[in-house]
Structures are given as C-alpha cells and as structure tokens.
C-alpha cells in the first residue's frame, strides 16, 4: 500500500513451503554481454536503442536512447513484458522527462507502457509541463508504448475540474491509439482518513453519490473527445475488502466509503470497460513480522518477494479475485495491479516493526523483489485469472509529502548508473538523495485535495 493505504491489510499473507527461498547475499549475477559484435564488460549499457526519426516537436528532441548503466543482469528473459508497466515518478516526469528508461533496467527488455499518476502538478514548474508531456508523446508514438493517466477526486471540486482540463489535453495531443485507460481517483477510500478531510465531504462522494457522478462524467467527456474505446479503472488497496464470509464482498461504510455500492454501479453501468485495479505494497504491511529472535526479517522477506502462485501479492490478487465475482458474477472480470515496488535504502515513511530490520531496507532486498517481479508470469494460481497488467513503481527516487523515498530502480534524475550493481553489494547502501527532489505527489494531481500516496501534495484524486 502507499503512505496511508499502508495500514494493517485484511489478512494475513503466510509463508510456505514454495516460497523461494533467497536471503540477502553477494551471489550478483555478473553480466557479459555482446552487443552489436562488441563484447562489454563492467558497467554495462543495458540495452540502449534508438527511436529513429523524432517527431516534429517544438524543443529538442527526447533523448531516446536512456538507458542506465549495469554490470548486474537480473533477467535474460522477463515474463510477460508486454503485461508490464513503470509508474512514472515526480522527479522523472517534472525534471527529466528527456531520461525515461528504454528498457527495464538490469534487463533487455524494452518498457511498453507507463502509468502517470497525473497530467502535471500545481507544485510542478508550469514552464516544464509541455515539454514533459511532448516527451512523453514522442516516448509513446516512437515506440508504440501505452500510456496510462490518472485524474483526481478529491473534496475539492473546482481543483478536480482544472486537473481534469489538463488530463484531457494531454490526452488529445497523445491520442487514443496510445492511451491505455485512465484512472479516475487513486486510493479514495482512504480519503475519510485524511487530515481535514469533512464529514460532509465523504457524505457527498460516497453516500450523495458524488465520486460515481463524477467518473460518469469523465466518461462522457472521454466519449466526445474520441476516446470511446479507452478502459477506465480507479486504484484501490486492500483495505476495501470485506472479512470474509461478510454479507458484501467490498467496504460500504457510509463514515468511510460505500465501495461495494460505487463499484456495483460503475460496473453495472461500463460494464467491460471498466477495470479493477488494486496497488499492492508487501513492504509496508505491518502483519509481516520480525523473525523469533527478534532482530532478523528472512522469513518476511522470503515472503513478501515471493511472486510464485502462492506467494504475497498473487494471495491479495485471489483474495480480491474471490470478491470481484461475488459483486459482478464473473470470474474474469479485467484485473490489474497498478503500483507495486521496493524501496532501498529505507523509506522514511516506513513505520512498521519489520522496517527496522536492516535487510528489509537493503539493495538485495529491492534486487529480490524487483527479480521476482519481472520473472512472474501474471499467474495467480487457484485456478483464478491473474492480472493482465501489473506496473511497477518507480524509476527513480522521488518525495513522499516533502520526504525522501527510494522506489526507484535508477536514483535521480543525474543518475546515468541503475541502482543495482556489484557494488550495492559491497556494503554501501544503494544510491539515494540526489539532487532531484521530486516535488509534488506521485499520486494525484493539482490543487489542495488532501491524499496519500507518494509525493507531496495531493495525490491522484487527493487519494
């Protein structure tokens, strides 16, 4: 879960005997890698390519050929590529949206979509806002990539509606054909949480009906403009499930959120179109635990990396699975997991007893996890039908409400190197704290709605 979705989740993930089991060690892969007839050595540039011909674009052009530099290979060959996404952190997006990766980095694998969390930020240089977003286009149009962009809903109408202009003008410019979906409200079921969040304001998005209104009207601004055939989701947690054997499978408390309600509605009414989507965070759940002698996680690290069919984030997905028929009636309703990561060295933000365990913070933990990752192949097990697209947060480190988080698999926006190497091996701690800060939120868009997730501000939807 993110910043304040990083609460207790509704069950306890347990370990098991499939669970891999890999504690933290030096055993790097060495990559040796000839590219082009040129055998490379030691630092690496991992798969950089060319765009070819840059679109005609009002600036210099992108620098198409990003890629950081490693002498570590995590994956020869990653599963499912094209069913993976890297969520586009503050820092990348507002400073050096020039940097994107090409390809995944310590992989060969090329990125085939993005998720924005926003169309720009209040807290963002507005001077940098066209350049970004022409980056962003040419990235998409050069390589056929899929973009997926988030809007906010928030207790602040007004702020949602300027966010909302400046969505659907990204939009027009990038065009239908690499739009991917959009993302109306991240994590709002944990608005209610939210320092001066009103009662009145969750009375009026969740039991006056205003939340649903809104992503209706989203809906038919998108068909207008052309975008007819775009999926919609909004991101929840976990946190929306209900106990199980509960009468309704999903939240429908009227002080909190009426999730079940909102979701019954929404799908009845887009039906196919819409999408559940669930962001999953292993490495801050407070029901993972120190081991019995009270100083070391393994266990908690084998299980929260654990990405087999058992594993932690493959259980939420069949728990969630298990819910979404029981609302819909169908057993294959489209699912994805919209944020999920590691960070490494520690998150400031992190406040559970296992986050102090030295190894929960370490580069092999974020190497375990980001491993896993990119070897899963989307199967959840239980005979259920796993996500069609998982996306991982992020590329490089960015701010959580004004504080250092290190998600990202590159550090900053001055970064030419990956952060996994043979040297995070060597007792340093990754590289974190560059000079890019990132500011803003991760999450959400403009104007003052309170939310959670990573960045300051608000977040996509002020949660």
């Given at each position: 879960?993110g910043?304040?979705?990083?609460?207790?989740?509704?069950?306890?993930?347990e370990?098991?005997?499939?669970?891999?089991?890999r504690?933290?060690?030096c055993?790097?892969?060495?990559?040796?890698?000839?590219?082009?007839?040129?055998?490379?050595?030691?630092?690496?540039t991992?798969?950089?390519v060319?765009?070819?011909?840059?679109?005609?674009?009002?600036?210099?052009?992108?620098?198409?050929?990003?890629?950081?530099?490693?002498?570590?290979?995590?994956?020869?060959?990653?599963?499912?590529?094209?069913?993976?996404?890297?969520?586009?952190d503050?820092?990348?997006?507002?400073?050096?949206s020039?940097?994107?990766?090409?390809?995944?980095?310590?992989?060969?694998?090329?990125?085939?979509?993005?998720?924005?969390?926003?169309?720009?930020?209040?807290?963002?240089?507005?001077?940098?806002?066209?350049?970004?977003?022409?980056?962003?286009?040419?990235?998409?149009?050069?390589?056929?990539a899929?973009?997926?962009?988030g809007?906010?809903?928030?207790?602040y109408a007004?702020?949602?509606?300027?966010?909302?202009?400046?969505?659907?003008s990204?939009?027009?410019?990038?065009?239908?054909?690499?739009?991917?979906?959009?993302?109306?409200?991240?994590e709002?079921?944990?608005?209610?949480?939210?320092?001066?969040t009103?009662?009145?304001?969750?009375?009026?998005l969740w039991?006056?009906?205003?939340?649903?209104s809104?992503?209706?009207?989203?809906?038919?601004?998108?068909?207008?403009a052309?975008?007819?055939?775009?999926?919609?989701?909004?991101?929840m947690t976990?946190?929306?499930?209900?106990?199980?054997?509960?009468?309704?499978?999903?939240?429908?408390?009227?002080?909190?959120?009426?999730?079940?309600?909102f979701?019954k509605?929404v799908?009845?009414?887009?039906?196919?179109?819409?999408?559940?989507?669930?962001?999953?965070?292993?490495?801050?759940?407070?029901?993972l635990?120190?081991?019995?002698?009270?100083?070391?996680?393994?266990?908690?690290?084998?299980?929260?990396?654990?990405?087999?069919?058992?594993g932690?984030?493959p259980?939420?997905?069949v728990?969630?699975?298990?819910?979404?028929?029981?609302?819909?009636?169908?057993?294959?309703?489209?699912?994805?997991?919209?944020?999920t990561?590691?960070?490494?060295?520690?998150?400031?933000?992190?406040d559970t007893?296992?986050?102090?365990?030295?190894?929960?913070?370490?580069?092999?933990?974020?190497?375990?996890?980001?491993?896993?990752?990119?070897?899963?192949?989307?199967?959840i097990?239980?005979?259920?039908?796993?996500?069609?697209?998982?996306?991982?947060?992020?590329?490089?480190?960015?701010?959580?409400?004004?504080i250092?988080?290190?998600?990202?698999?590159?550090?900053?926006?001055?970064?030419?190197?990956?952060?996994?190497?043979?040297?995070?091996?060597?007792?340093?701690?990754?590289?974190?704290?560059?000079?890019?800060?990132?500011?803003?939120s991760?999450?959400g868009?403009?104007?003052?709605?309170?939310?959670?997730?990573?960045?300051?501000?608000?977040?996509?939807?002020?949660?």
């Amino acid at each position: 879960f993110g910043m304040a979705q990083r609460g207790p989740t509704p069950m306890q993930v347990e370990s098991s005997s499939s669970t891999r089991a890999r504690p933290p060690s030096c055993d790097f892969k060495k990559l040796t890698s000839t590219v082009a007839g040129v055998v490379l050595f030691s630092a690496v540039t991992v798969g950089i390519v060319g765009y070819g011909s840059a679109l005609a674009l009002n600036r210099k052009t992108v620098d198409s050929s990003f890629n950081c530099t490693t002498d570590l290979l995590l994956s020869s060959s990653m599963a499912k590529p094209q069913g993976k996404g890297l969520a586009m952190d503050d820092a990348t997006f507002s400073q050096c949206s020039s940097k994107i990766p090409v390809r995944w980095p310590n992989t060969h694998e090329e990125v085939t979509s993005l998720r924005l969390f926003k169309a720009w930020d209040s807290q963002f240089p507005a001077s940098n806002r066209q350049r970004a977003w022409n980056d962003v286009i040419q990235y998409a149009r050069t390589r056929g990539a899929k973009i997926l962009i988030g809007t906010q809903i928030s207790c602040y109408a007004d702020d949602d509606e300027k966010d909302w202009e400046q969505v659907l003008s990204l939009l027009n410019q990038l065009g239908a054909n690499n739009t991917l979906a959009v993302a109306i409200g991240n994590e709002i079921e944990l608005l209610s949480a939210k320092s001066g969040t009103t009662d009145k304001c969750v009375e009026d998005l969740w039991v006056n009906g205003g939340f649903y209104s809104r992503v209706m009207k989203r809906v038919s601004d998108l068909d207008k403009a052309g975008f007819q055939n775009v999926q919609l989701t909004t991101a929840m947690t976990s946190a929306v499930f209900a106990p199980a054997g509960s009468e309704k499978p999903f939240m429908d408390d009227p002080k909190r959120a009426l999730v079940n309600s909102f979701l019954k509605n929404v799908t009845q009414s887009l039906q196919d179109r819409w999408t559940f989507s669930w962001n999953i965070y292993p490495y801050f759940d407070p029901n993972l635990h120190l081991d019995a002698n009270g100083k070391t996680c393994s266990t908690a690290l084998r299980t929260a990396s654990d990405f087999s069919s058992s594993g932690y984030v493959p259980s939420i997905l069949v728990a969630a699975r298990e819910r979404m028929a029981k609302l819909t009636g169908n057993s294959k309703d489209r699912m994805w997991v919209t944020e999920t990561g590691w960070s490494s060295p520690k998150a400031k933000t992190l406040d559970t007893v296992v986050g102090w365990c030295k190894d929960w913070n370490s580069a092999e933990a974020l190497r375990d996890y980001y491993e896993g990752f990119l070897a899963w192949d989307l199967d959840i097990g239980n005979g259920d039908a796993g996500p069609e697209r998982v996306f991982f947060f992020s590329g490089r480190d960015t701010t959580n409400f004004g504080i250092r988080e290190f998600f990202g698999l590159i550090p900053d926006c001055n970064s030419t190197q990956c952060k996994l190497n043979t040297s995070t091996c060597s007792g340093q701690s990754p590289a974190g704290g560059g000079s890019d800060s990132g500011s803003g939120s991760d999450e959400g868009g403009s104007g003052s709605g309170s939310g959670s997730g990573k960045g300051s501000g608000s977040d996509e939807g002020g949660s």
